[in-house]
């Protein structure tokens, strides 16, 4: 996979358990591009993304599989999008939370991607934006990424595959959300 500077980009930071429930308030540092993407839906990275963009006009979903939370926020981004070219591009931001006593990995993921011609699209790969994360008890590992649609609006759902240290492997649920250009009747 080629990276390609400037379309679209990772944001990686560890949240603690502890911080408020508001933490996505907060201005995000700066962001560093990676030496690749996870490879979901395009080969590029993303140049930045501000607070203002993200608390405006998002979908997000939640779900908690064995005490590992993960919560998602999805928006649509114009500035990447070229409607006149069926091309609408969508940036989501993942949270997981291991809310659980055992210190677990993500190993894998799995994407299913629906547009609104109900074109489905399975998306599989080791890690998230090149990384398998390793979250102890009460740690939090967030990223920011994108997916390119054909229509104006589409739903994604997956899972994370997690091993714990005692080599137990789980499927971790990420909950159904909406991708959708503002103002979009579908």
Not at 41 to 55: C, I, N, P, R
Not at 118 to 144: A, K, M
Request: with cysteine; glycine share 6%.
């Amino acid at each position: 996979m080629k990276l390609v500077e400037g379309e679209h980009a990772a944001v990686l930071r560890r949240v603690p358990t502890e911080a408020s429930r508001d933490h996505h308030r907060e201005k995000p540092g700066p962001v560093r591009l990676q030496d690749g993407v996870d490879g979901d839906h395009a080969d590029v990275v993303l140049s930045g993304v501000t607070d203002e963009q993200t608390q405006r006009d998002f979908h997000s979903s939640e779900a908690t599989t064995r005490s590992v939370r993960v919560h998602v926020k999805a928006r649509y981004s114009q500035a990447r999008s070229e409607p006149l070219r069926n091309l609408w591009f969508f940036i989501y931001t993942v949270e997981i939370t291991n809310e659980s006593p055992d210190t677990v990995q993500l190993i894998s993921r799995h994407w299913t991607i629906t547009d609104a011609e109900e074109h489905i699209e399975e998306v599989r790969g080791l890690g998230v934006i090149g990384q398998q994360p390793t979250l102890n008890p009460g740690e939090s590992f967030e990223y920011t990424s994108g997916c390119p649609l054909k229509t104006p609006f589409g739903t994604m759902h997956g899972t994370y595959q997690m091993v714990t240290a005692e080599g137990d492997r789980f499927d971790v649920e990420v909950a159904p959300f909406t991708l959708s250009e503002p103002y979009t009747v579908h």
